[in-house]
């Protein structure tokens, strides 16, 4: 594992790499009509959180896709602590060839991670990998409502321009061919405990580190949860739960 990469100093060894709970993890699955499923891949897993609830929950072997080794390093490790180390097996892909390398997923999950290429793009570029009448659930940053002071827009529109309201990632989802059947916004104490209170602290501490590069990273996330302070509920952290046509 790289102990200099900015990444790695940043977040490695954080129990949660954005917002999310393992009890919302468990509600989600409850939410979904079924149970049983052949393939199920997590992507943009991070360091697993949510993969090893989704190991624990369901009898199938989960696919962990990240395209950061580390974080698949951690994943491993933390699996092996469970007992879970046959039920979780780990991908170093980019997400964007997803469909290159899985076939008839009944069940793709992603928390915080379908950003990365932007959430009507993934749809879109995950659309062949899904089986017909599979499964997606997606966590998505998303506009709550018009209320934003100029400050949070601002920052939003530099740090993601592709944000949309839930309106907009629902039609969006229809648009790349899958049906929604249900929403579900996180509460702020998915934010506050377990990740920006640690965050925190450690982003404080990296200030005046060596790395220019971790210095200013460290800077971007102390910016971030002061931006969430500011905004109240104008943005949240939503699930999407869809079904492929
Ligand atoms: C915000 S984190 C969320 C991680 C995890 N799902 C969680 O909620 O704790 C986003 C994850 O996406 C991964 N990622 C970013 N770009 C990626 C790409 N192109 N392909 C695969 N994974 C990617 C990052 O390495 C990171 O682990």
Request: glycine share 8%.
């Amino acid at each position: 594992m790289s102990d200099c990469d900015p990444i790695n100093v940043m977040y490695g060894g954080l129990e949660k790499l954005g917002p999310g709970d393992d009890y919302i993890t468990r509600l989600m699955l409850q939410k979904l009509p079924r149970r049983q499923f052949r393939l199920v891949v997590d992507v943009g897993c991070g360091s697993g959180r949510q993969t090893l609830v989704l190991a624990r929950e369901l009898d199938v072997v989960v696919h962990a896709v990240d395209n950061f080794a580390p974080f698949l390093e951690e994943l491993n490790q933390k699996a092996r602590v469970a007992g879970l180390s046959d039920r979780v097996q780990t991908h170093c892909l980019d997400m964007a060839v997803l469909g290159e390398n899985f076939r008839e997923i009944d069940l793709l999950w992603g928390e915080g991670s379908a950003y990365n290429l932007g959430f009507a793009a993934a749809l879109q570029s995950w659309f062949p990998a899904v089986a017909p009448g599979g499964y997606v659930v997606l966590s998505e940053l998303s506009w709550l409502d018009d209320e934003a002071h100029d400050t949070v827009r601002e920052f939003w529109a530099s740090a993601y321009p592709g944000m949309g309201t839930i309106e907009e990632n629902c039609q969006a989802a229809v648009t790349a061919g899958y049906r929604l059947f249900d929403t579900y916004t996180l509460p702020r104490t998915s934010w506050e405990n377990g990740y920006y209170d640690i965050l925190r602290p450690r982003a404080e501490a990296l200030l005046d580190h060596a790395d220019s590069a971790v210095r200013a990273l460290a800077r971007e996330n102390l910016e971030e949860i002061d931006i969430f302070q500011l905004a109240g509920d104008s943005y949240g952290y939503v699930f999407y739960l869809l079904q492929r046509n």
